[in-house]
C-alpha cells in the first residue's frame, strides 16, 4: 500500500496552465501503475490519464489528450499532471490513485486514493 497526498491545486484563468502533484509515501512506488482521475460537482468521477510503473507507457481521456500530460520521478514518488490549454470544464477536484501491478488500460482497480486537489478554472 501507499498513502497519497495531491498538491498544486487553485485557481486558474482559461487557457492556463497547472501543474499538479502527488507524493506517494511506501514501498515499490515503481511497481504502481498510476492514475489520475477528477470529479466535478454534482458528476461521476472521471478518468484523466494513467502512467505505467516505468513511466514508459501513457492512457489519456479523449477529453484531455494532447493539453494533459502524465510523467513520475520514481526516485522521489511522485507523479505529476500538467494541464495545458485549461478551460472551464476542468474545473474538478482531481484525485491521484495507484494500483501494484495493475494494467494501466483497465480504468479500474485502483486501491490506493489520494485526498484530491481542487481545480478552478475562470474566464
Known amino acids: 500500500q501507499v498513502q497519497l497526498v495531491e498538491s498544486g491545486g487553485g485557481l486558474v484563468q482559461a487557457g492556463g496552465s497547472l501543474r499538479l502533484s502527488c507524493i506517494a509515501s511506501g514501498r515499490l512506488f515503481s511497481r504502481y501503475t498510476m492514475g489520475w482521475f477528477r470529479q466535478a460537482l454534482g458528476k461521476e468521477r472521471e478518468f484523466v490519464g494513467a502512467?505505467?510503473?516505468?513511466?514508459?507507457?501513457?492512457y489519456y481521456a479523449d477529453s484531455v489528450k494532447g493539453r494533459f500530460t502524465v510523467s513520475r520521478d520514481n526516485a522521489k514518488n511522485i507523479v505529476y499532471l500538467q494541464m495545458n490549454s485549461l478551460n472551464a470544464e476542468a474545473t474538478a477536484t482531481y484525485y491521484c490513485?495507484?494500483?501494484?501491478?495493475?494494467?494501466?488500460?483497465?480504468?479500474?482497480?485502483?486501491?490506493?486514493w489520494g485526498q484530491g486537489t481542487q481545480v478552478t478554472v475562470f474566464s
Open positions: 502512467l505505467s510503473g516505468s513511466g514508459e507507457i501513457t
Open positions: 490513485a495507484g494500483k501494484r501491478d495493475g494494467s494501466i488500460w483497465n480504468l479500474g482497480q485502483y486501491d490506493n
